[in-house]
């Protein structure tokens, strides 16, 4: 069993910066792929961006370049460094956790956290 918990959402401007962090627990936490997803109000849950357990990272083109996924095995963390914040980057984010090599699918994740609200002023 994995518990996940999101923290760092808040309101910012547009072109600002947010850094949302992910605590788990469970000892078995690095052999997790630990995920991002978003949801705006009406929308599916969408895929940001994911690091595998060996640390290889995968981005939504329409986050590279501007998120970066990190994590700290020692600290059972992740964390997405948002920059260049948009307004369409509004939305609830969820870190998920999953042991499936497809990270990039939301069906693919076999724990989840209670989400995280960030809101991009324009």
């Known amino acids: 069993q994995v518990q996940l918990v999101e923290s760092g959402g808040g309101l910012v401007q547009a072109g600002g910066s947010l850094r949302l962090s992910c605590a788990a627990s469970?000892?078995?936490?690095?052999?997790?792929?630990m995920g991002w997803f978003r949801q705006a109000p009406g929308k599916e849950r969408e895929f940001v961006g994911a690091?595998?357990?060996?640390?290889?990272?995968v981005y939504a083109d329409s986050v590279k370049g501007r998120f970066t996924i990190s994590r700290d095995n020692a600290k059972n963390t992740v964390n997405l460094q948002m920059n260049s914040l948009k307004a369409e980057d509004t939305a609830v984010y969820y870190c998920?956790?999953?042991?499936?090599?497809?990270?990039?699918?939301?069906?693919?994740?076999?724990?989840w956290g209670q989400g995280t609200q960030v809101t991009v002023s324009s």
């Open positions: 690091i595998h357990w060996s640390g290889v990272t």
């Open positions: 998920g956790a999953t042991i499936n090599i497809v990270v990039t699918k939301k069906t693919s994740y076999d724990y």
């Open positions: 469970g000892r078995t936490f690095s052999r997790y792929a």
